[in-house]
Nanobody, 123 residues
Framework: QVQLVESGGGLVQAGGSLRLSCAAS????????MGWCRQAPGTERECVGA????????YYADSVKGRFTISRDNARNTVYLQMDSLKPEDTAVYYC????????????????WGQGTQVTVSS
């Protein structure tokens, strides 16, 4: 079955950086667009970054544009989210997701989800 396993979350001070990783298995990785979405308590899930099957095109939410970078390594079936200049409002559980559709940043378009990794940014 499809598995998406995130790692790299943690506690960081404002202005710091974290790099999230997501290892995918059980699917043909290059058939899927990949995304990173986040959810803070009491809020809806928000997709902050996505990229096409070979990483040629990337999409970002306005809230993270210029600070976050999404990338993928198809040889390793892995997608990354480099997060720089972190702010307290970036605190959330971050999820890796896979979509077989030509989606961008709409959470409902994603078919598969990881279990999530907590990112906490202290002020």
């Amino acid at each position: 079955q499809v598995q998406l396993v995130e790692s790299g979350g943690g506690l960081v001070q404002a202005g710091g950086s974290l790099r999230l990783s997501c290892a995918a298995s059980g699917l043909t990785f290059t058939n899927y667009r990949m995304g990173w979405c986040r959810q803070a308590p009491g809020t809806e899930r928000e997709c902050v970054g996505a990229l096409t099957e070979y990483g040629i095109v990337t999409y970002y939410a306005d809230s993270v544009k210029g600070r976050f970078t999404i990338s993928r390594d198809n040889a390793r079936n892995t997608v990354y989210l480099q997060m720089d200049s972190l702010k307290p409002e970036d605190t959330a559980v971050y999820y890796c997701a896979a979509s077989g559709r030509p989606t961008r940043l709409r959470a409902s378009d994603y078919n598969y989800w990881g279990q999530g990794t907590q990112v906490t940014v202290s002020s």
